[in-house]
């Protein structure tokens, strides 16, 4: 079957703080994954994906096929990363398949 | 920057009754989708579209939904007869070319409501 799974709904932490989303996926396949984010009143747009291996606003997020997992971190989280952030599968040529999304609120 | 646009922005619309979703994507971009989102829930893949044709489409799109790219530039998701669990945050996405890791580009969503 395939399947990504964010199992947290809602993730709370301080300004400052280490932060991670969790994203486990299922997928026979080789894995294409990315990470979408979607700020209050804005669009859904893309954060990340895996092959770059890039770190963008300060957020990383590592493949592991063992796992099979896709967790999202940045070492110190700013008020500004408050925002819904959606784990997503490409799962077929044309075809994405999203997560539930974790609302990530990052408090003062 | 280029953005995918969306019209409307909310519409409300009897049970019943058949509504027509705009979107206008990117206008070098090749591939469109619809996906949507019941409150609360995950984003749904609906359909894509290339080539004036289906690409692929999920199990909830079923005979009342279709698709169309009328002229050059729109691109419409048309629900014949709305349902009551029709009610969802449509959004239209668009790429520029299908390589592997070619971002999907979203408008702001049409928020439906189905009374």
């Known amino acids: 079957a395939q399947r990504v799974t964010q199992p947290e709904k809602l993730l709370s932490v301080f300004k400052g703080a280490p932060v991670e989303l969790k994203c486990n996926y299922s997928y026979s396949g080789s894995p294409e994954l990315f990470w979408y984010v979607q700020y209050s009143r804005q669009r859904l747009q893309l954060l990340l994906r895996?092959?770059s291996r890039e770190s963008i606003k300060g957020f990383t997020a590592d493949l592991n096929k063992g796992e099979t997992s896709f967790h999202l971190k940045k070492p110190f989280a700013q008020e500004e990363d408050s925002a819904m952030y959606y784990c997503?599968?490409?799962?077929?040529?044309?075809?994405?398949?999203f997560g539930t999304g974790t609302r990530l609120k990052v408090l003062a | 920057e280029p953005e995918v646009t969306q019209t409307p922005s909310h519409q409300v619309t009897q049970m019943g009754q058949e509504v027509i979703l705009r979107c206008v994507p990117i206008?070098?971009?090749?591939?469109f989708y619809w996906y949507r989102q019941i409150l609360g829930q995950k984003v749904e893949f609906l359909v894509s579209?290339?080539?004036?044709?289906?690409?692929?489409k999920s199990e909830i799109f079923d005979d009342q939904f279709s698709v169309e790219r009328p002229d050059g530039s729109n691109f419409t998701l048309k629900i014949r007869s709305t349902k009551l669990e029709d009610s969802a945050m449509y959004f239209c996405a668009s790429s520029e070319v299908q390589d592997r890791w070619s971002p999907l580009h979203f408008g702001n969503g049409t928020r439906l409501t189905v009374t």
């Open positions: 579209f290339y080539n004036n044709e289906i690409s692929e």
């Open positions: 206008s070098n971009h090749l591939y």
């Open positions: 895996h092959i």
């Open positions: 997503a599968l490409r799962a077929g040529t044309y075809k994405y398949i």
